[in-house]
């Protein structure tokens, strides 16, 4: 199993992070059709499920804002893991078992991929593989330090990790 964060590792919310830290969730969701994926990223998605892997988002946004991505772009994710559906949100890895558990998943086979410490620290909480992406953000300096499993600096670099290419 593969969990991902959302915001900053698979779409680009920058533009609505004054919306996000108000929980102007109507915003963010009216400025939703301008934000961009991350070149790379749906056929990642399309790809990983094409060779079997189970997907799922996990984010401290409420999970319209994953989903509505996700029925616009086809991505063929049916869990998501959003900030009403735990108590703890992350670094606490309640999203992460709770993403497991709904897939039947084993720690030792799951990977969680997400742009900052606090992904790290879930990763840790949980047992899972701790998987660092640094294209969504521009201080890689706490994540770096966290120590993620891997870190990955580009969209080609994490797919070559996962589907060996």
């Not at 991505?69 to 009403?84: C, E, R, S």
């Not at 900052?116 to 660092?132: K, L």
């Amino acid at each position: 199993m593969i969990i991902f964060d959302f915001d900053q590792t698979l779409v680009d919310t920058s533009p609505v992070e004054h919306l996000r830290a108000r929980r102007d969730w109507k915003g963010v969701m009216a400025s939703a059709g301008k934000l961009q994926v991350y070149p790379g990223i749906t056929e990642l998605l399309e790809d990983l499920h094409a060779k079997g892997h189970r997907l799922a988002i996990v984010t401290k946004s409420p999970d319209m804002v994953p989903r509505a991505f996700i029925k616009q772009h086809g991505w063929p994710i049916d869990i998501v893991v959003g900030y009403h559906d735990v108590k703890r949100r992350k670094p606490d890895p309640e999203g992460l078992l709770l993403a497991m558990s709904k897939a039947q998943a084993v720690a030792s086979e799951t990977f969680h991929v997400g742009d900052q410490a606090q992904d790290t620290e879930a990763s840790r909480g949980a047992n899972v593989t701790a998987v660092g992406v640094t294209w969504g953000i521009d201080d890689h300096a706490d994540l770096q330090s966290s120590n993620p499993d891997h870190l990955f600096a580009d969209v080609a670099e994490l797919r070559k990790y996962f589907l060996d290419e």
